[in-house]
């Protein structure tokens, strides 16, 4: 894990996360995969949302749990290997890495911290495939798995 994403969940109260992408896609939906993982331990403390394409319509939800920390998950860019990831703060990101949504990710988290002050973070995942499917493929499957326990044994 990376000393930056370690320095992140530092003294984590309550954690929001949210899973981008589109389900429709393959490898574009490696940020709801992970999230689908973090499901069945969300508690006061851990708070998932499926973002899917409209990540902008769980920012009041997200700031209604009132949380220390918020990490966005999704697909991105990265020039890496398939499933390789990169843990990011707002500032670090290209205004082009996210690319297949409404409304960039650099602003839903720009919103996110005027409305809930919490510290907000991108998790971004290089996808193999993003044609059009239904699957996801095994490197990002793999990698959905690891992050979604990084996440878990990080706070």
Known sequence: MSDNLKSFFKNTERLVVIGMGNELRADDAVGLEVVRRLKPYASDKLVVFEGHMT????ISPACSYKPTH???????????????WRFLYKDEIDEGLFTTHAIPATEVAAEIQRRCSAKV???GIQPKIRDVSLSISKECKKT?????????NSF
């Open 144 to 152: 959905a798995n690891e992050v979604a326990k990084i996440i878990l």
């Open 121 to 123: 973070a991108f998790l």
């Open 55 to 58: 990540p902008e319509v769980f």
């Open 70 to 84: 918020l990490l966005i998950v999704d697909a991105a860019e990265l020039g890496e290997s398939p499933g390789m």
